[in-house]
């Protein structure tokens, strides 16, 4: 009877492995078309009327924070970063999304991950804060929340329970309040900046 479960259990694993390899990687140029697709079968077209796209409007995404998830090279999932400013102190935070998973391959922890990865990296590249339009039950899994948003609002209708936040770096949300706006300047790399510009960004 042990020895049976064991062989089960072995097989499960087996075919877990043959069957969903997914591989997380940097978005590619290659990948835009497809991603558009993923997001239209999606979020359908009226995705372009949503707040969050006013914030996305003639500005670049963020490439080195932007992911995908590929199975056998086929694309099954992406996330994308834009840059935002926030408030009269213009400070510089990033905005997470959209964020989609094909729906044959949901509730295996693929967005998870992309936002864990991305995440992670976009910390080591000394972006401190991270703003989103989602549900707080989903995306506290990963940190955010609607009350370190509080003092947030963005330039158009937006349910306030969605607009989420988190501080990649302790206190980066101190004294940061107001609307949430375009990335106005053109856009450098976290990395570019100098230990006393991200001091002052604070
Ligand atoms: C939301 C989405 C990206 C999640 O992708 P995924 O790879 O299936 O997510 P994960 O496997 O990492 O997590 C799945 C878990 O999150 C839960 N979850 C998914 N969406 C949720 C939501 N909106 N609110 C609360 N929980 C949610 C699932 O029930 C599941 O729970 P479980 O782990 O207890 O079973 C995917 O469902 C999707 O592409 N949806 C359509 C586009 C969309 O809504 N994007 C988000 C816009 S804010």
Sequence with gaps: MRKARQRAELFSHLFAGIFFM??????RPEDAAHIEHLLDRAFGPGRFAKTAYRLREGVEFIPELSMVALEQ???????RYWPIEIGPS?????????????????????????????????SGLGHTLVVLVGDEPYYARVGFSAAA??????????????????????????GVSGMIGKAQAERRRATDLTAEQRVANL
């Design 73 to 79: 090279d086929i694309l099954r999932g992406s996330l």
């Design 90 to 122: 213009r400070t510089r935070a990033i905005l997470l999304g959209p964020l989609v998973v094909d729906p044959e391959l949901q509730g295996q922890g693929v967005a998870l991950r992309l936002m864990e990865m991305s995440l992670q990296k976009a």
């Design 149 to 174: 948003a509080r003092g947030l609002c963005l330039p158009g209708p937006v349910d306030r329970v969605r607009l989420l936040a988190r501080e990649l770096m302790p206190g980066a949300l101190a």
């Design 22 to 27: 997914i591989d997380y990687c940097q978005e």
